[in-house]
């Protein structure tokens, strides 16, 4: 009698988003470097190098387990194969490809996230699909018992975030933190930085934005350098200035983690239990602590979760708040969704000026600020992503799907998974509430207080009529009374709408901003 064969060893197939050792089990590894990954629509050109940079750094770091293999597009790599395996992909493009191409690829389930997907499926289900945010963070704390005093949270309540909006300090132009950590760039990065360049050149790929030095962790040695620094230097102060916002401080406290965390070479446990640790040592407050775990095993796990949940059909129907009225001046434009129902007209498209990331086009400081650190960096903190990019949006009415793809094309941590509930759901409310209970709208007076760009700029945030005023708090008004037959049976919009009918000048703001031309 013969001892039976042992089973073949399959290769793991490695994919954006799984360069770090949690998506490693030890064998032989196959890493595809297709580069339809940069050239479907233009990219951030800091995006492309962190992403090319940290799948070439994977493949130095597995050494002769690895077998690197660059293509044009994905399925020229797994078209024959037969021997692969691969945790799920972190998208519904890539999902379908190794299902359809590499038909005989073992699919293992997803890594990555402190929730499973198929337990957050049965938690949603349960619920009816009727859930927030704040649900499924208050079950993941008490599951794991982070920040709990038996059964209750320390301080009294899950989320600490009224202790965390503070302004910028009066008068300051800077926190006065030491610059971050930033990596090294090396020889892999020199080789990243030519191939771009060539491939630019021959017309191969188009980028958007500045070839910034390489400022975020690509491998899982720099994430932890970059996640420790953050934790002795910023977490502190990451609390109650998470809101603010300075001109000549673009990083504040926050942690630039989020890119090795979407590459995958940075655990969200691991982040979590560094800053669980410094809350234990005395080392950093309560509300800092638990508002960077609310922002990791709560909002970040949540849009995980929901980008499968709400499925495929999510954002094929959508349209912006108000579109026909904001689109009237131009034809109405259709799209084949990508679900059943019929075409929609879509809000305007995006301005030249905003793809281009042109902030010379732009007189409103808060806006050009933002542009700038688009363009420079291909990144900014949420508020500014929120209350200035998105806030701008949402007035104007631009259209949700160019916008979200926008989204994620210029910001470095952008992904396919990031971007739909941010986007179409929580800053252009382009769902009718599904992720948000309301629009993330505010005038100029919310941008005054959290920031320190209304004193240097030609409008006044105070002021919605005549040649100085805020197109932030004029574009508000104009929102609110293009939105009003969406938004009427919103509890939460009554106020705002009662102020709005009420206003003498109404009809006045709304003929200025639909006829105003440099923002």
């Known amino acids: 009698m013969t001892d039976p064969a042992p089973a073949a060893v399959r290769r793991r197939l490695l994919l954006p988003g799984q360069y770090g050792p949690a998506f490693d089990d030890g064998g032989p590894v196959l890493v595809v470097e297709a580069r339809e990954f940069f050239t479907a629509r233009p990219v951030h050109r800091t995006k492309a190098h962190l992403w090319l940079s940290a ?118 132009t800077t926190l006065g933190l030491p610059a971050p950590w930033w990596p090294t760039e090396d020889d892999v990065d020199d080789e990243v930085r030519a191939d771009l360049d060539r491939w630019e050149r021959d017309g191969l790929v188009q980028f958007v934005g500045r070839d910034d030095r390489r400022r975020f962790a690509v491998t899982p040695d720099e994430a932890q350098a970059a996640l420790d620094d953050f934790v002795a230097v910023r977490l502190g102060d990451f609390g109650p200035y998470e809101d603010a916002v300075l001109t000549n401080d673009w990083t504040m406290a926050h942690s630039l983690l989020s890119v090795p965390l979407n590459l995958g070479v940075l655990d969200p446990r691991q982040a979590i239990d560094a800053a669980l640790a410094a809350h234990a040592s005395g080392a950093a407050p309560l509300a800092s602590v638990e508002g960077f775990v609310r922002q990791v095993a709560g909002w970040r796990d949540y849009v995980w979760h929901l980008y499968w949940w709400l499925g495929d059909d999510y954002g094929s129907d959508v349209e912006a708040l108000g579109a026909r009225s904001a689109a009237q001046a131009a034809p109405p434009r259709t799209r084949p969704p990508a679900g059943a129902g019929p075409a929609y007209p879509a809000g305007p498209s995006l301005p030249a000026w905003w793809r281009d990331l042109d902030a010379t086009e732009v007189d409103a400081v808060c806006l050009s600020v933002a542009l700038d650190g688009v363009r420079d960096h291909g990144w900014l903190h949420h508020i500014q992503r929120l209350m200035v990019l998105g806030n701008w949006a949402l007035q104007r009415g631009y259209d949700p799907l160019e916008l979200t793809e926008w989204f994620t094309d210029v910001f470095v941590d952008g992904t ?51 040649e100085d005023a805020c197109p932030f708090t004029a574009g508000y008004w104009a929102f609110l009374e293009r939105a009003e037959p969406a938004l009427r049976r919103n509890p939460r919009m009554r106020r705002p709408l009662q102020q709005m009918r009420a206003m003498p000048d109404l009809a006045a703001v709304v003929a200025q901003e639909a006829a105003r031309g440099r923002p």
């Open 416 to 466: 396919d998974w990031v971007m739909p509930a941010n986007v179409i759901g929580m800053s252009q409310h382009a769902d009718g509430g599904v992720v948000a209970t309301k629009p993330y709208a505010a005038g100029g007076r919310y941008i005054d207080r959290m920031t320190d760009h209304c004193g240097g700029c030609r409008f006044n945030p105070t002021t919605r009529l005549g």
């Open 55 to 172: 799948l070439r750094h994977r493949v130095r770091a597995l050494g002769e387990r690895a077998e690197h293999v660059r293509v044009e597009h994905l399925r020229d790599a797994l078209v024959g194969q037969d021997d692969l395996e691969v945790v799920d992909p972190p998208s519904r493009v890539q999902r379908a490809q190794v299902r359809h191409w590499g038909h005989g690829t073992t699919i293992l389930p997803s890594r990555g996230f402190v929730t499973g997907e198929d337990e957050f499926a049965r938690w949603a289900a349960e619920r009816g699909g009727r859930f927030l945010m704040e649900a499924h963070y208050e079950r993941v704390r008490r599951r794991e018992g982070w920040l709990m005093a038996n059964d209750a949270p320390l301080g009294g309540a899950f989320s600490l975030d009224a202790q965390n909006r503070q302004p910028p300090p009066r008068g300051a």
